[in-house]
């Protein structure tokens, strides 16, 4: 069963134009939600994270909007860039804080 | 600084057959973990462990074993290769603490077939 959801599995997006990616995750007890950034053949890298106490972080183009009641959260990137075109990880941090679960990942495609 | 290295790259196997990959860092982490990734699965957690000497099991570990003999090494063992345990498996490592926004840092990753 997957801890995490993560939707869309892939998105297309005009250069200058805003991606949005969402998860969603039932267990109340994680306290710690990163987003990971993939290139292909490199490790993940965590672009920016957020804690449950806090419902936005923002960093550069990068923002994350957290929603505690609906257990929802969500990575914006605002004017992207082909650059950015990477496969994007949200994530949550257990209650032992021993281990991390990962959503299936989005597939971004940023269009010149 | 290296970071987290992994060997090898790339591995091709034999049904039944045994492996050790390999993970290391240089940054005193004393969190590590291993990772597979799996397409429309995401990452999922196999072990991992909290100082040398510790190891826990995480969402998948079936088929794995792992020990932690020093900080710096954390080796993933299959023990009979089966064609499911094709796949990308990722070390990470990170700053163990409660109160801190951890950051894992992942290696380049095990490209491995088992046929």
């Known amino acids: 069963q997957q801890q995490v959801k993560q939707s869309p599995q892939s998105l297309i997006v005009q250069k200058g134009g805003i991606s949005i990616i969402n998860c969603a995750y039932e267990?109340?007890?994680?306290?710690?939600f990163p987003w990971y950034q993939q290139f292909p053949g490199k490790g993940p890298a965590l672009l920016i994270a957020?804690?449950?106490?806090?419902s936005e972080k923002k960093e550069g183009r990068f923002t994350i909007s957290f929603n505690k009641s609906a257990k929802q959260f969500s990575l914006h990137i605002m004017d992207s860039q082909p650059g950015d075109s990477a496969t994007y990880f949200c994530?949550?941090?257990?209650?032992?804080?021993?281990?991390?679960?990962f959503g299936t990942g989005t597939s971004l495609t940023v269009i010149p | 600084n290296a970071g987290v290295t992994q060997t090898p790259k790339f591995q091709v196997l034999k049904t039944g057959q045994s492996m050790t990959l390999q993970c290391a860092q240089d940054?005193?982490?004393?969190?590590m973990s291993w990772y597979r990734q799996d397409p429309g699965m995401g990452l999922r957690l196999i072990h991992y462990?909290?100082?040398?000497?510790?190891?826990d099991q995480g969402e998948v570990p079936n088929g794995y074993n792992v020990s932690r003999s020093t900080t710096e090494d954390f080796p993933l063992r299959l023990l009979s290769a089966a064609p499911s345990q094709t796949s990308v498996y990722f070390c990470?490592?990170?700053?163990?603490?409660?109160?801190?926004?951890?950051?894992?840092?992942f290696g380049s990753g095990t490209q491995l077939s088992v046929l």
């Open positions: 267990n109340t007890a994680f306290d710690y």
């Open positions: 994530a949550a941090r257990g209650d032992t804080g021993n281990q991390f679960y």
């Open positions: 990470a490592s990170s700053y163990r603490g409660f109160s801190t926004n951890e950051k894992l840092f």
């Open positions: 940054m005193n982490h004393e969190y």
């Open positions: 957020i804690r449950p106490d806090v």
């Open positions: 462990s909290v100082g040398a000497g510790i190891t």
